[in-house]
């Protein structure tokens, strides 16, 4: 037995660290999902349908069982039957999860079968080679504005104050657009894969996934298991993005290794990650906004309509971008959605604030424009005292105070207003700005520290690092907490076995899971403080946030930034560059800037894209997407990103022991709007539609060679 004690060491938490996985992941020794070897492994290739509705007339099995290597061929005929009569923390399961329970078929890229085989190869072959008959019948993939069939929901529901139209009748200035986005997918670098097999009584799962716990927890009532006799890991996730939830991978992996008994893998293509992971709906949104002489809003409007699938319904709520945001006398949002024969939207970086804030901040630069008050100045004008909606205090807003520096490191103030002014031979030039937000959120999760007996302390807690370096963030702030070098802390994460914790999601996992961390931290360092000797098996506490967490008081917790763009469009080609970029914000202490500085930096670089390149195209003969893979689904690339900074101010959150938050997806929100608005600046035109693609520019009716006047596009 030996003792141990805490020294007081310098603050970790605010100094920049590289990962401390780093070196395992540069030298491939971090292995992911779909690497790690097991004996007998067996392999799944999934067979999706070809049509978008209808019914499974026949599998036509028996060819391919004869194949070499092949084991077995699951479809509705013969699958285990699953559980779906269950809640999960978020809500009622997507019904994708629940394969081969039935021959219904509700869109393009449903799963009809699993073929596993002795090698991928082998199973890749024989999927492709199983004919599935169908009987086909009309389907609906068109979405557009105006649908009578749009409906609002009871998740989430529509915001009225005031005399909405009153309002905007005695406003001096309106503005009355409307706006869309695409349908946006993911595209994590990682696939998606899992490994399932029966150990011991046990099934135990090896995932790339964004909470073990929950996709245990998941299983468990899928399958109809004790949830102790289901075990998830998912230590190293190439990226996430919302997308790595329960998925038919992980079900079809673990119902194979139920039925052969051997251990079984089953990895997503590319082109299959298009229907059975999520994207992020496409949006078309309509803001009205009224405003006195002075630019100080009388009427917010904020419409937004989305799509969703038959099976399931999920909401992009992107009208809820503006409710903490800007003071107005009459305020009205919602979010609509329709059911369309295509599959499941899901959550996607920034859900609902992303294409929220492009319809939105580009109607107050337009707003700004009639009014003819700077962008800045105009948010400034209208900053409110507490939620505009709401009524509640801010726990912090220091939106203004990100514009104030941003604008000093950008030189907003030598900015001409009018546009079509720069030019730098076939170049035009132009600037522009947005603001950002992201609700700040708290979840119950658990956490274990123990102090060893060679001195060093060992956490446990079900967190997930999905590239975003919490592995890390975790393991300095456990450092402060016990008051010793990170160096002595060994973080063991993503393992369902450690106890339910939030998923990471949200912007909220890091907050979530280090308020877990430092209350158990916390506790040991008091008892290690009372002196003796460390057994073998050392000491051990835990920690439950869920009653600190419950006991948090009402008000408008956000993150908030300011966005600035330049860009340079070809009036040649239609070609639109961003040459610079620039982000302020304000989002709670930042506990590692350097792999802080990286999510700011990657939320932009996602709102750039979003801007100017991605957009999945759905053929409405088939319901299926065109160019469903990297090379038809255009996203930003290393010669599309230019110098892009990120910085913020000081910005604890008084209600978080460590301050926190949350960066994970705010440096997305704006960050479109803020490009749409530098190409108006720099054409006299106003872009509405996402991307903002060279024929789009070309196609404007602007002369821009001469650029003769203010239109729309």
Not at 345 to 368: K, N
Request: hydrophobic share 40%.
């Amino acid at each position: 037995m030996t003792s141990t004690t805490t020294t007081t060491v310098t603050k970790a938490v605010g100094t920049a660290r590289t990962r401390v996985e780093g070196r395992e992941k540069v030298t491939g020794a971090a292995r992911y999902a779909g690497e790690v070897p097991y004996p007998e492994l067996a392999h799944g290739w999934l067979v999706l349908s070809t049509v978008a509705r209808g019914r499974i007339r026949a599998i036509e099995s028996a060819p391919v069982l004869a194949m070499p290597g092949v084991l077995a061929v699951l479809h509705h005929e013969n699958a285990p039957r699953l559980n779906g009569n269950y809640m999960n923390p978020i809500g009622q399961p997507d019904p994708i999860a629940q394969v081969f329970q039935h021959d219904r078929v509700p869109y393009a890229g449903w799963p009809v079968a699993l073929v596993v085989a002795e090698t991928p190869e082998q199973a890749r072959e024989a999927a492709e080679a199983l004919v599935v008959q169908y009987d086909a019948e009309p389907h609906d993939v068109a979405f557009h504005p105006g649908r009578p069939d749009s409906y609002t929901t009871e998740s989430a529901p529509a915001v009225q104050k005031g005399d909405l139209e009153a309002e905007l009748a005695a406003s001096a200035f309106v503005v009355d657009a409307r706006y869309s986005t695409p349908e946006e997918h993911h595209s994590p670098m990682e696939p998606h894969a899992a490994m399932a097999r029966w150990d011991g009584g046990r099934l135990e799962v090896v995932d790339s996934n964004q909470g073990s716990r929950f996709v245990a927890d998941e299983l468990a009532n899928l399958f109809s298991l004790d949830p102790q006799s289901v075990r998830v890991r998912s230590e190293h996730v190439g990226g996430g993005f919302g997308s790595k939830s329960t998925r038919p991978h992980s079900v079809l992996a673990a119902m194979a290794a139920t039925v052969l008994q051997r251990p079984v893998r089953v990895v997503l293509t590319r082109r299959q990650m298009f229907s059975l992971v999520g994207y992020r709906s496409p949006t078309a949104q309509r803001v009205r906004l009224g405003a006195d002489a002075d630019g100080r809003l009388r009427a917010f409007d904020h419409q937004a309509d989305s799509l969703t699938s038959t099976v399931h319904e999920f909401v992009e709520r992107s009208a809820e971008y503006g409710r903490a945001m800007y003071a107005a006398d009459a305020h009205h949002s919602v979010s609509r959605v329709v059911r369309l024969d295509v599959p499941t939207p899901s959550w996607m970086r920034a859900p609902g604030e992303a294409p929220g804030s492009f319809a939105l901040e580009s109607a107050l630069d337009e707003l700004a424009e009639k009014c003819g008050i700077d962008p800045i100045a105009l948010r400034a004008r209208n900053e409110p005292d507490v939620g505009p909606v709401s009524g509640l205090p801010f726990s912090s807003r220091k939106l203004l105070a990100c514009f104030q520096e941003g604008a000093d490191r950008f030189g907003w103030a030598d900015r001409d207003p009018r546009p079509g002014i720069r030019r730098e031979g076939r170049w035009l030039l132009g600037t522009g700005t947005a603001a950002s937000t992201f609700p700040t959120l708290s979840a119950p999760s658990t956490a274990a520290v123990t102090a060893e007996a060679d001195g060093t302390f060992t956490v446990r807690i079900t967190a997930a690092d999905i590239g975003t370096g919490a592995r890390t963030a975790l393991t300095v702030i456990a450092a402060d907490a016990l008051e010793v070098e990170p160096e002595r802390i060994r973080m063991r994460i993503a393992d369902s076995d450690f106890g339910f914790a939030m998923i990471a999601g949200g912007s909220m996992g890091t907050r979530s899971w280090g308020w877990a961390i430092r209350v158990a931290a916390s506790e040991l360092r008091e008892r290690l403080a009372l002196g003796g000797a460390i057994a073998p098996e050392g000491i051990t506490t835990r920690s439950d946030t869920s009653q600190a967490v419950g006991a948090l008081t009402q008000k408008e917790r956000h993150a908030f930034g300011a966005q600035f763009a330049e860009v340079a469009v070809d009036v040649t080609s239609g070609e639109v560059r961003v040459r610079r970029m620039l982000g302020i914000f304000a989002a709670g202490r930042i506990v590692n800037p350097l792999t802080a500085r990286g999510q700011f930096v990657g939320g932009m670089v996602w709102g750039l894209s979003m801007a100017l390149h991605e957009e999945a195209v759905r053929d409405r003969a088939t319901g299926g997407h065109v160019g469903a893979d990297l090379a038809g689904y255009h996203f930003a690339a290393h010669a599309d990103v230019p110098h892009i900074e990120a910085d913020w101010v000081d910005d604890p959150d008084p209600d978080d022991p460590v301050g926190i938050k949350g960066i994970g997806e705010i440096g997305v929100v704006g960050a479109a709007a803020a490009v749409a608005n530098a190409v108006w600046h720099a054409t006299g035109v106003r872009h509405r539609n996402l991307p903002i693609r060279p024929d789009r520019v070309l196609l404007a009716g602007t002369d821009l060679a001469g650029v003769d006047g203010d239109r729309d596009a």
